[in-house]
């Protein structure tokens, strides 16, 4: 009788696991729902292109260095035929795919964000990326001495946010969630197992660049994905290969790992719930729209993710702002001693080259940053200050860089401050990683400042 009783227990306990990785846990499978659907398929979520867009991006971030602008476009073009360059195999961390084809199809240009970028010449958003690309075919390494201008940095920050942030919180959680907009009675596409509002959060999902089965791993381990240093904890399915579709951590869902095995936060664990949740929600709605009470109920969930994920770029702003600032006392200290500067003054590059990626991508989202962003393009600039006291301050009509006097080193250092400070105003970032904000009202006292505590 004991016995019997153990292995219902057993049974009560495994199946209830069960659930919740089904439910819970894992974002998949989810069931078919769409009516008089006829065909084999039996999981409704598909996500494959935003996860063949992660790849472009990494490719194309590796690429950079080369100078090959042909070679660059193809991949920001999406391409046919085109090899995986970034994430590849390395030491016992195997990867599946080979091919960009091999995990879905898409490209990054066409995906951009349109409106005009501010902290970039008023450019659109592709035409950014298009002028970045270009100006690091002319230099060599991605680094241009000259202007300060990492171009990795500036083209994978900005890229990330301009494709994924945007295209998840400007399309497919925003205008694809409206009334009316890819209705769920109805397949998102002529021919497709799911239906419209289905495939436009799992399309969402796909952007964020989780691991489906990331909330049954720590935020380090979730980390320690992306940077390939643990094979065990990506290969969910014990294949013994990780599959870039659904087993690897990306971009944006990458940096909220990073910050939150600090134990401030816990980013990537709420947004990847959230997403769980909401789909959950469409799924539950059994192939028929949305009633007021449920689609509250996903729109709450909505509102969740975008919050977080725009708090995770935030945070990098933050982060950035704080590196940027020690790069300069240290470059000040050089200076002072009559050092070498030439390896502070590339790391200050990369760094502002990050801070300003971070920044120009925050302001790619649904929400007008209005004042926000003048403040944050006016104080880390359209470029850094030089060494010797210039910095770009425009585009020209044929797309030439413009260079002018700097604003001075002091203020320009005391700007990376109230950048910080902004963050946590407007934003109410917690990770709060490389904080200097204790240096500001001694800083903003040697140089007579009387608006320490404000932003200019």
């Known amino acids: 009788m004991r016995k019997n009783l153990i292995i219902i227990i057993l049974g009560i306990f495994f199946f209830n696991f069960q659930v919740m990785a089904d439910g819970h846990k894992i974002y998949g499978p989810f069931p078919i729902t769409l009516k008089d659907y006829s065909g084999d398929k039996t999981n409704s979520v598909k996500y494959t292109g935003q996860m063949a867009r992660h790849v472009l991006h990494d ?63 008023n450019l659109t958003g592709k035409e950014v990326l298009e002028h970045m690309i270009t100006k690091a075919g002319e230099i060599d390494g991605g680094f241009d001495p000259n202007t300060g201008f990492d171009y990795t940095q500036l083209i994978s920050k900005f890229a990330m946010g301009a494709v994924f942030y945007n295209q998840a919180a400007n399309n497919y959680l925003g205008k694809k969630m409206e009334i009316g907009q890819k209705p769920n009675n109805k397949p998102y596409k002529e021919g497709a197992y799911y239906t419209g509002k289905e495939h436009s959060w799992d399309e969402a999902f796909g952007y964020w660049g989780s691991a489906a089965h990331a909330l049954t791993l720590t935020a380090e381990q979730n980390y320690n994905v992306a940077k390939k240093k643990d094979m065990a904890s990506a290969d969910y399915n014990g294949d013994g290969v990780v599959d870039l579709y659904s087993e690897y951590t990306f971009a944006h869902a990458y940096y909220a790992s990073s910050y939150d095995k600090g134990g401030k936060t816990n980013y990537l664990s709420t947004v990847n719930q959230a997403f769980i949740d909401g789909r959950k929600i469409i799924a ?22 975008t919050e977080n994920w725009q708090k995770v770029i935030a945070e990098s702003v933050f982060k950035y702002a704080g590196s940027t600032y020690k790069d ?118 040697s140089m007579g400042s009387s608006d320490s505590a404000e932003n200019d």
């Not at 970034?86 to 879905?104: C, L, R, Y």
């Not at 709605?285 to 509102?303: I, K, M």
Request: proline share 1%; net charge neutral; glycine share 10%.
């Open 328 to 445: 300069i006392v240290k470059l000040e200290t050089i200076i002072e001693s009559n050092g070498d500067t030439k390896e502070a003054f590339r790391t200050y590059a990369k760094h502002w080259g990050e801070l300003k990626g971070f920044a120009l991508a925050l302001q790619c989202g649904p929400e007008n940053l209005g004042e926000t962003a003048v403040k944050l393009n006016r104080m880390m600039g359209l470029g850094p200050v030089l060494l010797n006291s210039s910095q770009v301050v425009g585009i020209d009509s044929n797309g030439n860089f413009i260079k002018d006097q700097a604003q001075e080193w002091g203020e320009f250092k005391l700007h990376m401050l109230k950048i910080q400070k902004l963050m946590i105003d407007e934003f109410g970032v917690t990770a709060r990683s490389k904080d200097q904000l204790a240096e500001m009202s001694a800083l903003a006292d």
């Open 284 to 305: 539950d709605a059994n192939g028929r729209n949305l009633n007021f009470n449920e689609r509250t109920d996903l729109l709450a969930q909505r509102d969740i993710i």
């Open 59 to 121: 490719s194309l971030k590796a690429l950079v260095k080369t100078g090959d602008v042909s070679k660059m476009m193809a991949y920001f073009n999406g391409d046919d035929g085109l090899e995986i360059v970034a994430p590849k195999s390395k030491d016992d961390f195997k990867v599946k795919q080979s091919m960009v084809a091999d995990i879905g199809s898409g490209n990054l240009s066409g995906k951009t964000y349109k409106g005009a970028v501010a902290g970039w010449g």
